[in-house]
Nanobody, 128 residues
Framework: QVQLVESGGGSVQAGASLRLSCTSS????????MAWFRRAPGKERAFVAA????????HYASSVKGRFTITRDNSNSMVYLDMNALKVEDTAVYYC?????????????????????WGQGTQVTVSS
């Protein structure tokens, strides 16, 4: 199992950019596909982006496609979410997540039930 800690959230104006980082400790990071979820006020936790354990495949929710980019650095056990052209509706707590099974990649089908480890979350607030 991996332990995850996010950083990089903050308050920005619409149109700005932010980079979220997630650092992992644990022996299985290199074999774990990773994802970002977010929970907006009053809403369920929702899938944002995912990247396969080897970094060769990645998928995005339609609401962020073309604006957000997920990457990973297996040598440093890090995963990132670069967020550009932020919108007010991107306001949420963002969570880093690790697949509960190694060497599995579900693309846009990630749901909380497939997640084995969560970070504590980092707040992103976008104002108009």
């Amino acid at each position: 199992q991996v332990q995850l800690v996010e950083s990089g959230g903050g308050s920005v104006q619409a149109g700005a950019s932010l980079r979220l980082s997630c650092t992992s400790s644990g022996t299985s990071f290199r074999d774990s596909s990773m994802a970002w979820f977010r929970r907006a006020p009053g809403k369920e936790r929702a899938f944002v982006a995912a990247i396969s354990w080897n970094g060769n495949s990645f998928h995005y929710a339609s609401s962020v496609k073309g604006r957000f980019t997920i990457t990973r650095d297996n040598s440093n056990s890090m995963v990132y979410l670069d967020m550009n052209a932020l919108k007010v509706e991107d306001t949420a707590v963002y969570y880093c997540a690790a697949d509960s099974q190694t060497n599995r990649y579900l693309g846009t089908y990630y749901e909380p039930r497939y997640i084995g480890s969560w970070g504590q979350g980092t707040q992103v607030t976008v104002s108009s």
